[in-house]
């Protein structure tokens, strides 16, 4: 299902950017086997969602500029009835 391959890509985003190894925009989508406009579409998303993200020119790395966390609750099945 694209919603839960979705779940997993952002997964791997943030794991990445928590560790401050993604390297270049160019790498870090390489990597994650999108395009470079992709992957910032991504990013900006997080953003909105209050990710701290920001890029290191320094060190070449995406990384959080406080600590953040992502998490997922997915529910599955027919509605509840209250």
């Excluded at 500029?65 to 529910?75: G, N, T």
């Amino acid at each position: 299902m694209k919603v839960f391959d979705y779940i997993a890509r952002i997964q791997r985003i943030h794991h990445a950017i928590d560790k401050g190894k993604t390297g270049t925009p160019s790498e870090f989508a390489a990597t994650l086997n999108i395009s470079v406009s992709r992957l910032s579409r991504i990013i900006e998303e997080l953003k909105l969602l209050g990710a701290p993200i920001i890029y290191d020119r320094t060190l070449r790395t995406y990384r959080y500029e406080s600590p953040f966390e992502v998490s997922f609750i997915v529910y599955l099945g027919a509605p509840r009835k209250n």
